[in-house]
């Protein structure tokens, strides 16, 4: 009886993570979209589209700068407070920014005060996704067997590509259905408005599940530390910076190829239907890879899988772009969709387990949450400037952002080698902290016996 109210609870956090995940990353990648298609017209006018464009993405970075400072602050509440009170409020934050967004007066109306309140909710939103991920993951993860977790914590990370596709198949059909005046009169906001639903539907959810059993447990033996952050980055500064390195290469193609692409092939004159078709089509399958890639960090281990993802992205980014410039339909579609698909799960995937596996239970919230958001600025939110004003500057050409994802590829997996391995089925054993709440000298050694045990 107990193993199977055991295992209903695993599958409702599960549940409650993903879809309250897909919630926060519809909020985050619906304006994504709207930056390519509609934000720089609307919000940001100039005579050069291009140039509005860029701004819409400054805007978009903005977010990202938020999200390390919603990381410390969630992941010090989810150590101190708990995981699910932590991710009940981050849903709010970023699902009512984005419904409000729908709701804002453009440029036109209301002059500077449009990009200016623009730019205050995207801050709202950066803030609030900074403390989901580590949350989300870290529940299903303290949740799930020690030999499936690599399974069981990859179905939190179904909620970013449902994220992203939900939002880009709402503009697809809008673009296809909508003439350009009525999209960019009022079709924009309805991806924004219907936001809503995501929102009550995973608050529902996520209302419904229990707090961490670990988490439980470290606040029975009043284990809590008092400073989980200043703890983590004192005691495992190094592992967060390779951890960080490691993240770089999965948050910067992930944006360049569902984001990036668009203004690029806009520059070099392909349609926005074909290329949004095409990463529909491929986030589609990566709701069927990352799963498949989650089990297989569990057999062959977190490092080879990421790795193996790492050297994949490195190696198409250049067909990627010459496709592009060839305007071919067919290359174009089949490297975006092995990029997506394959690529990115392989990397994407492992990240769920082999990060929350790095640190002990009680700085464990805020280990993940620093790793996860200074990975994604620098990843993400610095690329959506750089690679639109590359574009500019170099006349269009791609060998700005091939290096851009090459310098990546080879620092993330550089860090990744450095790091150990952590599936308890490689080790022959679990981590024996993963559970145990532990103090001092313990909590040290608790914290580096994965990479002792990956030495012998």
């Keep these: 009886m107990a193993d199977r109210q055991t295992s209903a609870m695993l599958r409702r956090v599960a549940a409650a993570s993903t879809i309250g995940t897909a919630a926060e990353y519809y909020d985050f990648f619906v304006y ?3 930056a390519v298609l509609v934000f720089g017209a609307k919000f940001f006018p100039s005579h050069d589209p291009l140039i509005g464009t860029l701004a819409a993405f400054a805007t978009y970075a903005v977010g990202f700068v938020a999200r390390p400072i919603g990381g410390i602050v ?29 709701l804002l007066p453009d440029y036109s109306q209301i ?15 950066g803030f609030g996704v900074g403390g989901e991920q580590a949350g989300a993951v870290l529940l299903t993860a303290e949740y799930a067997p020690p030999r499936e977790r690599g399974f069981f914590a990859s179905l939190v990370q179904l909620g970013a590509p449902a994220g992203f596709l939900i939002p880009s198949g709402i503009f697809a059909i809008l673009t296809a259905a909508l003439t350009h005046e009525q999209l960019m009169d009022w079709g924009w906001r309805l991806p924004f408005l219907g936001s809503i639903v995501l929102v009550v539907v995973g608050l529902y959810i996520r ?11 470290i606040r029975q033996t009043k284990a809590v530390e008092s400073r989980p952050v200043v703890e983590v980055v004192k005691q495992h500064g190094a592992t967060i910076a390779k951890g960080v390195g490691a993240k770089l290469i999965e948050a910067c193609t992930f944006a360049m190829y569902t984001m990036i692409v668009l203004a690029y092939g806009r520059a070099h004159g392909i349609s926005d239907a074909l290329l949004l078709q095409t990463i529909i089509v491929a986030v589609v399958l990566e709701l069927i890879t990352i799963p498949l890639a989650g089990a297989l960090s569990d057999r062959i281990g977190r490092r080879v899988t990421f790795i193996t ?29 092995l990029a997506i698909s394959i690529g990115h799960s392989l990397c994407y995937a492992p990240q769920a387990s082999l990060f929350p596996e790095l640190f002990p239970a009680r700085v464990r919230c805020s280990g993940i949450a620093l790793i996860w ?31 851009y994802v090459a310098v990546l590829g080879i620092v993330s997996t550089i860090s990744l080698l450095l790091l150990p391995e952590t599936a308890p089925a490689r080790l022959g054993r679990d981590l024996h902290d993963w559970a145990a709440p532990q103090h001092g000298k313990e909590a040290t050694e608790a914290s580096v016996a994965p990479a002792l045990a990956a030495r012998r």
């Design 32 to 34: 994504g979209t709207a």
């Design 111 to 125: 002059g500077i005060w449009a990009p200016a309140s623009l730019v205050l909710i995207r801050v709202l939103q």
């Design 207 to 217: 209302l419904r599940t229990e707090e961490s059993p670990v988490f439980a447990a």
């Design 74 to 102: 969630f992941g010090h509440f989810g150590d101190k407070v708990g995981r699910k009170k932590a991710l009940i409020v981050t849903i709010l934050i970023v699902g009512l920014g984005t419904f409000v967004i729908g």
């Design 373 to 403: 958001q200074v990975g994604s600025l620098i990843g993400s939110g610095v690329l959506g400037l750089v690679a639109v004003k590359l574009i500019q500057t170099t006349g269009g050409s791609s060998i700005g952002l091939i290096a």
């Design 309 to 337: 993802g790492a050297v994949l992205h490195v190696l198409l980014v250049v067909p990627l772009f010459h496709a592009i410039d060839s305007g071919s339909r067919l290359a174009i579609q089949t490297v975006m969709i």
